[in-house]
């Protein structure tokens, strides 16, 4: 039931996308269709901030298309926000209420992140575009808000709560995967564009209603990487879990992004390598790697023929140029940055800005401010490579995407996987012995 009214949800935004059709019944319909799936997840006993978060995932493909309909960018109200901001709140005045000792670590963390929001007033009031700092602005914030309802009171998340969250991680690039790929379909058979598809050249990007390919081909990439993951804890369905994961490396294929796909790559070898194994089971890892590899290649060609296979790795497109402009921008700003704001960074650098969103937030806020947004996120790494491994990888192939993205703090996936990381019970324990 809780499928069909994801597919349900996808299928009539997607639908009007397509149409450009903007309505408050559209909104409406949402509504009642996310109330409904509370319900279900709420009748399965689960918590409060376990159905919350797994509503979140959900409305991850749909969050790059307002409440109504229409561009994210005219009305920058989406669904994803919306049951974010419900968590924040419903988090906060549900534990605030709790006497509950909280650890120093979580003390300090929590300190850090409100000072983390303060210093971005900085940069906020060095906007020279005052619409795009403050939409930067209330993004950073919101990532942070998150975060810090997610430290405070103690740990709430058991695994088996976790876990849950992540398969709706994972079913909602599933759900996006079978869209991406039903639209190939009926273009390639009809000649007949659903959603978004771009053409620019011999290239086609199958985007199904993401704004920017490279960020949806890494949600895709990070959903299958959830699957593989999870079939490593559970054995009865593991093969249920390789095929799940395959339809989404199929989807973030046929984006013709290779964001996803190359931080993908890079993470399963490492996962690969790191991971203690039998001989056997080595053997069996590396033929799964094969695979998925194989796959890619097939599914990539089709969509981004390039003359030589090692094109899709070592070809840059333009990007390293964006790169040493950026880190230019930054050595001539090193202590404040030039500001939030797209459009004047992209405008001093005369290029579009730097796929590399260290590299922005260095440009735009400076080394201090960078170096706690982003110090926050090694802790995690390192908070969950101790006692978190399936965090830690998700966490890691993220930030490996994040090298060629500009701004992984707007792309949803980074949110669910921190908020994940410092909510967990087991990993606090383990933390302790």
């Known amino acids: 039931m809780k499928f069909v009214?994801?597919?349900?949800?996808?299928?009539?935004?997607?639908?009007?996308?397509?149409?450009?059709?903007?309505?408050?019944?559209?909104?409406?319909?949402?509504?009642?269709q996310f109330l409904s799936l509370y319900w279900l997840l709420r009748r399965d006993n689960k918590s409060l901030e376990t159905s919350l978060l797994e509503l979140m995932c959900i409305a991850i493909p749909i969050s790059w298309r307002n409440i109504?309909?229409?561009?994210?960018?005219?009305?920058?109200?989406?669904?994803?926000y919306i049951i974010g901001a419900i968590y924040i709140l419903a988090v906060f005045f549900k534990h605030s209420l709790k006497n509950?000792?909280?650890?120093?670590?979580?003390?300090?963390?929590?300190?850090?992140?409100?000072?983390?929001?303060?210093?971005?007033?900085?940069?906020?009031?060095?906007?020279?575009?005052?619409?795009?700092?403050?939409?930067q602005f209330i993004t950073l914030t919101f990532y942070n808000a998150v975060l810090f309802v997610s430290i405070m009171g103690g740990p709430f998340l058991d695994k088996e709560a976790r876990n849950s969250v992540l398969l709706a991680f994972g079913y909602s690039g599933l759900v996006t995967s079978l869209g991406i790929i039903m639209q190939a379909l009926i273009y390639l058979s009809f000649n007949l564009e659903i959603g978004v598809i771009r053409l620019m050249g011999k290239r086609i990007s199958y985007a199904f209603m993401f704004d920017d390919l490279s960020t949806?081909?890494?949600?895709?990439?990070?959903a299958a990487f959830a699957f593989y993951l999870l079939s490593e804890e559970d054995n009865k369905k593991r093969f249920i879990y390789y095929g799940l994961a395959i339809i989404n490396v199929i989807g973030s294929a046929l984006t013709s992004?290779?964001?996803?796909?190359?931080?993908?790559?890079?993470t399963a070898l490492l996962y690969l390598l790191a991971k203690p194994a039998t001989k056997q089971e080595r053997i069996k890892g590396i033929v799964i790697f094969g695979v998925f590899c194989l796959?890619?290649?097939?599914?990539?060609?089709?969509?981004?023929?390039?003359a030589k296979t090692t094109s899709y790795i070592v070809s840059d497109s333009g990007r390293i140029e964006g790169y040493i402009e950026g880190l230019k921008i930054f050595i001539k700003n090193p202590l404040l940055g030039v500001g939030f704001g797209r459009t004047y960074l992209s405008t001093i650098m005369g290029m579009p800005m730097p796929h590399f969103t260290l590299i922005q937030y260095l440009a735009q806020t400076g080394v201090f401010y960078t170096l706690i947004l982003f110090g926050v996120i090694l802790y995690a790494l390192c908070y969950a490579f101790k006692s978190s491994p399936t965090l830690f990888w998700l966490l890691l192939v993220t930030m490996i995407g994040s090298?060629?993205?500009?701004?992984i703090f707007s792309s949803r996936i980074l949110i669910i996987i921190m908020a994940l990381i410092f909510a967990e019970k087991e990993l606090v324990f383990r933390a302790r012995l």
Request: net charge positive; glycine share 6%; aromatic share 10%.
């Open 68 to 80: 109504l309909g229409g561009s994210f960018g005219t009305l920058p109200i989406n669904w994803f």
């Open 216 to 222: 949806g081909s890494l949600f895709l990439a990070v």
């Open 403 to 407: 090298c060629v993205i500009p701004d």
């Open 100 to 135: 509950i000792k909280e650890s120093p670590e979580r003390t300090w963390l929590r300190r850090i992140i409100l000072l983390t929001v303060l210093l971005s007033i900085i940069p906020l009031l060095r906007s020279h575009y005052l619409k795009e700092g403050l939409g």
């Open 295 to 306: 796959i890619t290649f097939s599914f990539f060609q089709m969509v981004r023929p390039m």
């Open 5 to 32: 009214l994801v597919f349900l949800l996808l299928t009539i935004n997607i639908l009007a996308t397509t149409l450009n059709i903007e309505s408050i019944w559209l909104a409406v319909v949402a509504a009642l």
């Open 257 to 266: 992004a290779r964001t996803g796909l190359i931080a993908l790559l890079f």
